[in-house]
Antibody, heavy 119, light 108 residues
Framework: QGHLVQSGAEVKKPGASVEVSCKAS????????ISWVRQAPGHGLEWMGW????????HYVEKFRGRVTMTTEKSTGTAYMELRSLTSDDTAIYYC????????????WGQGTLVTVSS | DIQMTQSPSSLSASVGDRVTMTCRAS??????LNWYQQVPGKAPKLLIY???SLQSGVPSRFSGGGSGTDFTLTISSLQPEDLATYYC??????????FGPGTKVDIK
């Protein structure tokens, strides 16, 4: 039974960076990929990318390449997502989600982290 | 990249109604299609994976079907707690694992 707990809400100024963390428990951290999904206010779900905690391999959506870095820390079972050069368009709830190799779906989700970008 | 579309964008139905929504992929994805429910203010929840497999703990009134490019999600008897937005998502082959734009379900 997986469980993902994310860090708290952030308020950032344009041009700044933000790092969101996602601590996993209840399963073997290195066995399943972690994806990051964001949702702007009033909008749908946007898949940002994926990281394998096993070997650190990543895949980022084209629009975020060069601006996002996803990492993991095996010792604590925590995934991180850093987004740089923030603009108001990055104001959104950011979710981490565990990708199950059994279902090929996102079985478990974090509670979400609201990132607000405002001057 | 594979693009996903959903229809309708919103619907309104009464408690007890049978509700069906559709999802279409821009190319064939076999049965690599998942459905999620997002209740307002909450994180998404997996309902259906591999087009038609019910996730553990999900009520049996939810069912999925389809293959290739066209898929459906059906709620056999709509309940008040089903007020939510429903998203399809493809997990075919390699990333990106794109989501559809969603279908918002309201209760009349």
């Amino acid at each position: 039974q997986g469980h993902l707990v994310q860090s708290g809400a952030e308020v950032k100024k344009p041009g700044a960076s933000v790092e969101v963390s996602c601590k996993a428990s209840g399963y073997t951290f290195t066995s399943y990929g972690i994806s990051w999904v964001r949702q702007a206010p009033g909008h749908g779900l946007e898949w940002m990318g994926w990281i394998s905690p096993y070997n650190g391999n990543t895949h980022y959506v084209e629009k975020f390449r060069g601006r996002v870095t996803m990492t993991t820390e095996k010792s604590t079972g925590t995934a991180y997502m850093e987004l740089r050069s923030l603009t108001s368009d990055d104001t959104a709830i950011y979710y981490c989600a565990q990708f199950s190799t059994k279902s090929l779906a996102f079985d478990y989700w974090g509670q979400g982290t609201l990132v607000t970008v405002s001057s | 990249d594979i693009q996903m579309t959903q229809s309708p964008s919103s619907l309104s139905a009464s408690v007890g109604d049978r509700v069906t929504m559709t999802c279409r992929a821009s190319q064939s994805i076999g049965t690599s299609l998942n459905w999620y429910q997002q209740v307002p203010g909450k994180a998404p929840k997996l309902l259906i994976y591999a087009a038609s497999s019910l996730q553990s703990g999900v009520p049996s009134r939810f069912s999925g079907g389809g293959s290739g490019t066209d898929f459906t999600l059906t709620i056999s008897s709509l309940q008040p707690e089903d007020l939510a937005t429903y998203y399809c998502q493809q997990s075919y082959n390699t990333p990106p694992f794109t989501f559809g734009p969603g279908t918002k379900v309201d209760i009349k």
